[in-house]
């Protein structure tokens, strides 16, 4: 019995590692704090650093080229459909063409955590604030608080939606 427990664990564990081989580093280039990324095509993907600046891959995520530099500080990138693209944090930018330009759209008013977008018109941001309590003195805790906001009409117009906390 124990030998076949210890075939069985050699040929299971054999079998796994090459599932872990599929997956390789892709250096981006520029030392950037990537913080997300989406893909609009099997070929075609975005990822945008923390500090507005946007990537994209036309070759399935070979090679990465800079499309362009957003002002304000960056949570989310998201598809919208086969040519527009979102980018959200405390400023929320579109692209409709596929991310040669980029157009500011109206905020929430706060930092947007992510974002999804179902077309280029309907979509969801998240908003993650922290409160700070001190409760039966100190130390204090931090305390999130998640807010939903909705979209129908491309990010001209938020409505809050519900809250999460």
């Not at 981006?28 to 913080?35: D, E, H, I, Y």
């Not at 992510?114 to 931090?142: E, Q, T």
């Not at 305390?143 to 409505?159: A, I, P, R, S």
Request: proline letters at 2%.
């Amino acid at each position: 019995m124990k030998t076949f427990l210890l075939l069985f664990l050699s040929l299971f564990l054999q079998g796994i590692s090459p599932a872990f081989a599929q997956w390789q580093v892709v250096h981006s280039g520029g030392g950037l704090n990537l913080v997300d990324g989406c893909f609009i095509s099997d070929s075609v993907g975005f990822a945008i650093s923390s500090t507005g600046v946007v990537l994209k891959s036309s070759d399935t995520g070979t090679t990465w080229v800079q499309k362009a530099s957003l002002t304000g500080t960056f949570h989310a990138i998201c598809k919208a459909g086969t040519d527009t693209v979102y980018a959200a944090g405390n400023y929320v930018y579109r692209s409709a063409d596929q991310g040669e330009t980029w157009t500011e759209v109206r905020g929430i008013g706060d930092t947007i955590s992510d974002l999804v977008f179902f077309d280029s018109k309907n979509g969801y941001a998240i908003v993650r604030d922290l409160y700070y309590c001190i409760w039966g003195g100190p130390p204090g805790y931090y305390l999130d608080d998640y807010h939903v906001f909705k979209t129908t009409d491309g990010g001209v117009n938020w409505q809050a939606g519900f809250q999460i906390g």
